[in-house]
């Protein structure tokens, strides 16, 4: 099956900046939506931006105006540009992508994820 791997992840000051990219690789016979989601300590995940195969975005309302997500059909990745970042923006952030299998079905599959601290 596919795999999703992050990268771009660290530590950046309020205000600061950070890219965080995810690419698919292994068995791939198409991709669907694909989404960054985030988890803070002792909150539950939630959906940051997402993407449908399309190039339609969505954003959650605490990042509009700050995050961009983009993605690369022909390199299967996804892209999240953060930028004027807030403590309140740390936590972990996950790759989500939806592969399609060669009978047509499709299943949802996640990334490690990669840590973002952001300090004030």
């Known amino acids: 099956q596919a795999q999703l791997v992050e990268s771009g992840g660290g530590l950046v000051q309020a205000g600061g900046s950070l890219r965080l990219s995810c690419a698919a690789s292994?068995?791939?016979?198409?991709?669907?939506?694909m989404a960054w989601y985030r988890q803070a300590p002792g909150k539950q995940r939630e959906m940051v931006a997402g993407i449908t195969s399309g190039g339609i975005t969505n954003y959650a309302d605490s990042v509009k105006g700050r995050f961009t997500i983009s993605r690369d059909n022909a390199k299967n990745t996804v892209d999240l540009q953060m930028k004027s970042l807030k403590p309140e923006d740390t936590g972990v952030y996950s790759c989500n992508a939806e592969f399609r299998r060669p009978s047509g079905s499709w299943y949802n599959y996640w990334g490690q994820g990669t840590q973002v601290t952001v300090s004030s």
């Open positions: 292994g068995s791939i016979f198409g991709i669907g939506s």
